[in-house]
């Protein structure tokens, strides 16, 4: 066991837990940010993507000793206020149908914007390659982003 200093959220935390644990157990099980969820385990779903920074990291894979220190957003804070445009965006083209990926497809989506506003379908398409839908509701996420670049790009 360790004492880990962790930046969630901008929220620090302090947790006594083996360093080796993936980050996804630490936020579910230890913290309760029960938001980024388990899908395969082995970091090809895409369930369990936080950011990592501004990058979208699998949180699985990723031990949680790797990340003491560094800032880390899960789902739960996306949006200071309301929700974020994306999520806007997913509800206004009801995106999600059982609804288990869609928190880590939106923070895909959203570290997408991130690094490129006005993505194309195939920019969409790679960026967001690696989180699956069982429900395939593919067209309707890229419909999604398009408006979620939009939306942001008019707030700006």
């Known amino acids: 066991m360790a004492q880990i200093t962790l930046s969630i ?73 309301g929700l974020h445009p994306v999520q806007e965006a997913w509800c206004t083209e009801n995106v999600a149908q059982c609804g ?14 991130k690094s490129n506003s006005k993505p194309n379908d195939e920019a969409i398409d790679v960026a967001m390659s690696g989180n699956l839908c069982r429900c395939g509701t593919y067209k309707r996420i890229r419909k999604a982003i398009h408006l979620a670049s939009k939306r942001v790009e008019e707030a700006k």
């Open 9 to 81: 959220n901008s929220r620090v935390h302090e947790v006594d837990v083996d360093s080796e644990i993936p980050l996804l157990w630490v936020l579910r099980d230890t913290l309760g940010l029960t938001g980024t969820k388990f899908g395969c385990g082995i970091g090809q779903c895409g369930c369990c993507t936080v950011h990592l920074g501004e990058t979208a990291v699998r949180s699985c894979q990723l031990p949680v000793g790797a990340v003491s220190g560094m800032e880390i957003r899960t789902i739960e804070g996306l949006s200071v206020e």
């Open 100 to 113: 288990y990926c869609q928190a880590g497809q939106i923070m895909s989506a959203v570290a997408l914007l």
